[in-house]
């Protein structure tokens, strides 16, 4: 029989509890109706019981029926100041939920830890990061910036999957803005991009729809694949006989409106997507020609990465001349930033597709396209330009003796430009050599890759017992 002191004590308990209702709030506005469960709900950081001041909420809950840990907080509680307690229950919420294989979502605000903390702190932030660690690879982790994340906590967010902004308020960064515009000109924008930041939302509500909508193309865990959604025949994509941009054919390939890009308004096109209803990843550098810069490689090689850590297929559209010729991006490291890359595709060991959609030339072809790097298939458009070299090395290596003793050097030269991409360069003599599977014309490539993905979605591939690999870093 309970007793009425209990219960009095208990709804103590309860109203105290109140002064997180600034972040259940933002919970129940992601999850599904009346799903989320808390943790540690009475879990204090002071020693009034009245008072309960932890900065964090955790727990568990559904998104769209799917089971997620949820590791939340607020600036509207203590200003986001992190406390130990908050800490290690969040640190506890990301093991229980990577045990139970589940994906974890971060709503994230925080000024950082109190410092009249000290070392107590740290060493708490310190473990809430290898769990995250811990679990990077085993369970879809995905950040909702809602505020600042400097310092460790942004740490915190740079290590997730992928990561979603709210525009105005975020701050992504070892240092606040406010330190960084005193120390001298600042790019927010850019810094957002190089720090993880995939997608960036007005509102709130636009941010959790986004956490939603990725969700929904991942596997709850690394031992299972993505569910199946079946495409409206109504909305699957479609192309005729031509194309006026790489970006065009991909939005022509695709399930009709299933496409999730990251980091949109670069010229480079990394998306999620759907094919026939099953759920891959899309890479491509789209029709930019110039070559690939060391900022392109790294997002490339993350998200190939990613794929590959939840079992996405991959399906790349190559259209490149290979590394970017630039002196400052050899004094950024572009040779280190292209083996990464070639590192990513290379351990990877789930279905790989390649479309050669314009130029595969060098490296942007042994990287993109070759079934050496791991490629299961390789198609190539009948226009594509296939080569070691590009048009003006390879008129000089095959050509020399036509362009000496004429009167129009440079007409000559653009004649054997062309001459160098239809007959050595051309496709039709690397179908010959095996190096490709075969040459489509754009009306035919959906049919071409979901046929094709069928046969390999059930791949098994395995590397040698090893801890893990040594990326080029």
Partial sequence: MIEGMHRDKLQEFNNSKAVSKAILDKINALCDDSTFVQSLSYASSTENDDELKNSMVCGFGKINGQN?????????????????????????????????????????????????LGVMAMDAYSKLLRSVVRSSGVVPMIGALLGPCVGVHGMLASSLDFVVALEDKVQLGCYSDFVLSA?????????????????????????????????????????QRAVDIEPDAMSAGFIGDNYNSVEELIEGVFDGGSILRLYEGKKRFLALGRLNGKSVAIVSNGDEEKGMCSG?????????????????????????????LDNAQEEKGLLRAASRLAFAYGQAVVPMISVI????????????????????FVFAMPDAFISPVDEEAGIRLYYEDKMSGVDNVE????????????????????????????????????E???????????????????KHGNMPL
């Fill in 183 to 223: 120390n001298g000109k600042y790019n927010k924008e850019k810094a957002l991009a190089k720090n993880g930041v995939q997608f960036v939302r007005k509102s709130e509500t636009e941010v959790f729809d986004t956490v939603k909508n990725v969700l929904s193309y991942l596997p709850a865990n690394n031992l």
């Fill in 68 to 116: 997620v840990g949820v590791v939340a907080q607020s600036l509207d509680v203590n200003k986001g100041s992190v406390d130990v307690v908050s800490i290690n229950m969040a640190a506890a919420a990301v093991e229980k939920a990577t045990k139970s294989g589940m994906p974890i979502v971060f709503l994230l605000s925080s000024a950082g830890m109190d410092l009249k």
């Fill in 296 to 324: 392109c490689c790294n997002r490339f090689a993350r998200f190939v990465e990613t794929a590959n850590c939840f079992n996405l297929p991959i399906i790349t559209f190559a259209n490149s001349r290979g590394m970017m």
């Fill in 411 to 446: 007409a000559v030269k653009e004649q054997l430009k062309k001459d160098y991409g239809n007959e050595i360069a051309s496709p039709f003599e690397a179908v010959k050599q095996g190096v490709i599977d075969d040459i489509l014309m754009p009306n035919q490539l959906r």
């Fill in 357 to 376: 959609a314009g130029k595969a030339v060098g490296s942007g072809y042994v990287i993109l396209s070759s079934k050496g790097i791991g490629n299961d």
């Fill in 448 to 466: 071409k890759l979901t046929g094709a993905l069928s046969v390999i979605v059930s791949k098994r591939d395995s590397m040698l017992p090893k």
